[in-house]
């Protein structure tokens, strides 16, 4: 069993930063994939970025050069810093551990808003 705890997020104007924190429990956190997904009301839940066991890295377009993937082993620590910031980046934002195929974790969701 692996739980997950997020920290971070908050109001931001367009333009700024936020560092999102997602620390894990269970000894598995280094061999798993940690990836941070997003959702608004109005759309489906979407993968923003993941980084694997082995550090290689993968975003989504949009977020692609202003968002940086990241994970500490040591502390069980995945983050996701997000620069430059637009309204669009509005949602709320959740953590995944994916264990495998069939074993997937989530965190409880932080509300990220970019707004003037």
């Known amino acids: 069993q692996v739980q997950l705890v997020e920290s971070g997020g908050g109001l931001v104007q367009p333009g700024g930063s936020l560092t999102l924190s997602c620390a894990a429990s269970?000894?598995?956190?280094?061999?798993?994939?940690m990836g941070w997904y997003r959702q608004t009301p109005a759309e489906q839940r979407e993968l923003v970025a993941v980084?694997?066991?082995?550090?290689?890295?993968a975003y989504t377009d949009s977020v692609r050069g202003r968002f940086i993937i990241s994970r500490n082993n040591a502390v069980n620590t995945a983050f996701l810093q997000m620069n430059s910031l637009k309204p669009e980046d509005t949602a709320v934002y959740y953590c995944?551990?994916?264990?495998?195929?069939?074993?997937?974790?989530w965190g409880q969701g932080k509300q990220v808003t970019v707004s003037s």
């Open positions: 269970g000894r598995i956190f280094s061999s798993s994939t």
């Open positions: 995944n551990c994916r264990v495998s195929d069939l074993i997937n974790y």
């Open positions: 980084i694997r066991g082995d550090g290689t890295t």
